[in-house]
């Protein structure tokens, strides 16, 4: 059975970090990219990030510069690491698999249950 677990949200200062964390686990992890959303409160859910097997990366523009996806395919986990956050960047956090070992072609076929963060002083 597919599963995504997400871990590693939490409330946090502005200017602060966190790392997320998203455990796969039920289908071939290395032969598809993995994206991360978020869903603020009273908003849709937006993409974030996304990353493919081999390390290609995209991000939107609202986070470049500060937060940082990686994978580590023996361990079968996708990171976050997200730097100088702000309030703007409180949601939820989904982590996702896609249908292709693409952040371009295909689509989204799976989502986490998703881990909340906060940033508030």
């Known amino acids: 059975q597919l599963q995504l677990v997400e871990s590693g949200g939490g409330l946090v200062q502005p200017g602060g970090s966190l790392r997320l964390s998203c455990a796969a686990s039920g289908f071939t992890y290395g032969a598809y990219a993995m994206r991360w959303f978020r869903q603020a409160p009273g908003k849709e859910r937006e993409e974030v990030s996304c990353?493919?097997?081999?390390?290609?990366?995209k991000y939107a523009d609202s986070v470049k510069g500060r937060f940082t996806i990686s994978r580590d395919n023996a361990k079968r986990t996708v990171y976050l690491q997200m730097d100088n956050l702000s309030p703007a960047d409180t949601g939820v956090y989904y982590c996702a698999k896609e249908q292709l070992n693409s952040c371009v072609l295909g689509g989204t076929d799976y989502w986490g249950k998703g881990t909340l963060v906060t940033v508030s002083s």
């Open positions: 990353i493919t097997s081999g390390g290609h990366t």
